[in-house]
């Protein structure tokens, strides 16, 4: 079956960055378009996504702050975030995508990440 395994999250100050991973398992890794999202008060943001072929695409919000990368030897998905701001605050999942706009039903449980000083 379909794993995911977040990790990486935890509280940092403002300004600050952290290197989030993502594990996948039960799924053709390279084959898929993989995201990440957040959660925060109910709410479910995109925050970027990485194609395949390594194109990528961010939300206004994390524009040249937040990075995304992905190794296919290792089945894993990375979110380098930098200059880290309150709002930033949420829970932090991995999707593959069915194709590069839309999620799957997959879900891992998350990794929380909080900003705070």
């Known amino acids: 079956q379909v794993q995911l395994v977040e990790s990486g999250g935890g509280l940092v100050q403002p300004g600050g960055s952290l290197r989030l991973s993502c594990s996948a398992s039960g799924i053709i890794f390279r084959l898929n378009a993989m995201a990440w999202y957040r959660q925060a008060l109910g709410k479910r943001e995109l925050v970027a996504r990485i194609s395949p072929s390594v194109d990528t695409n961010y939300a206004d919000s994390v524009k040249g702050r937040f990075t995304i990368s992905r190794d296919n030897a290792k089945n894993t998905v990375y979110l380098q975030m930098s200059s880290l701001k309150p709002e930033d605050t949420a829970v932090y999942y991995c999707?593959?995508?069915?194709?590069?706009?839309?999620?799957?039903?997959?879900w891992g449980q998350g990794t929380q990440v909080t900003v705070s000083s």
């Open positions: 999707n593959p995508h069915r194709d590069w706009d839309t999620p799957s039903d997959f």
